[in-house]
Structure formats: C-alpha cells, structure tokens
C-alpha cells in the first residue's frame, strides 16, 4: 500500500509558477510509476504528467508541454510537478496518483493508477 500526501498548491498570477509536492509513503516508493492528473469544476479528471520508476521516462500532455516538468527524488519518497507559466485555464484540483505498471502506454488513464493523494488546490488569476 501507499499512502500519497501533495502539497504546494495556491493562488498564483497568470504567468508565475508553483511547484506541487507528492510525499508518498512506505519503502517500495521505487517501486511505482507516478502521475499528476488534474480536475476543474464541472470537467473531467484529466492527465497532466507522469513519469517512470526510475525518473528516466516522463510524459505530458499536449496542454502543459514546455511549461510543466515531472521529477521525482525516489530516496526522498517523493515526486514533484514543477508548473511555469500558469494560466486561469490551469486551475484545477491536482492529484497524485501511483501504479505499478511501467509502460507509458499506461500513464495516460486515470483507471491504471491504484493509489490516490486528497488533491491540491491550484487557482491562477488572469
């Protein structure tokens, strides 16, 4: 089991930057692929970033692309999403989310994740 906690969400200006913290518990943290994926109000859960066991793999979505970076720190038992250049269109609950497959073919769906964090609130002002 894992237990996902995120921080660092807030309230930003269109154009500024955040960086989101996933602090994932147990010692197999290496053992799971990780995502963030992202929910605004009244839209669907979508996919933001994620990125492989051993960090050497990231994938984004076409959306955040250039602005967004996935890492993770595996002795730290954490993963970060680092978000530049915000937009209103940004805002959004981010969650973290882990699974044990490790082919990209899967990151993309929310289904293949079995561990999910609470979210974190991200609003960014025009």
């Known amino acids: 089991q894992v237990q996902l906690v995120e921080s660092g969400g807030g309230l930003v200006q269109a154009g500024g930057s955040l960086r989101l913290s996933c602090a994932a518990s147990?010692?197999?943290?290496?053992?799971?692929?990780m995502g963030w994926f992202r929910q605004a109000p009244g839209k669907e859960r979508e996919f933001v970033a994620a990125i492989s066991r051993s960090g050497g793999r990231t994938y984004y979505a076409d959306s955040v692309k250039g602005r967004f970076t996935i890492s993770r720190d595996n002795a730290k038992n954490t993963v970060y999403l680092q978000m530049n250049s915000l937009k209103p269109a940004d805002t959004a609950v981010y969650s973290c989310?882990?699974?044990?497959?490790?082919?990209?073919?899967?990151?993309?769906?929310?289904?293949?994740?079995?561990?999910w964090g609470q979210g974190t609130q991200v609003t960014v002002s025009s």
């Open positions: 989310a882990a699974t044990g497959r490790d082919s990209g073919t899967y990151f993309y769906s929310a289904n293949n994740y079995a561990y």
């Open positions: 147990g010692r197999t943290f290496s053992s799971y692929a």
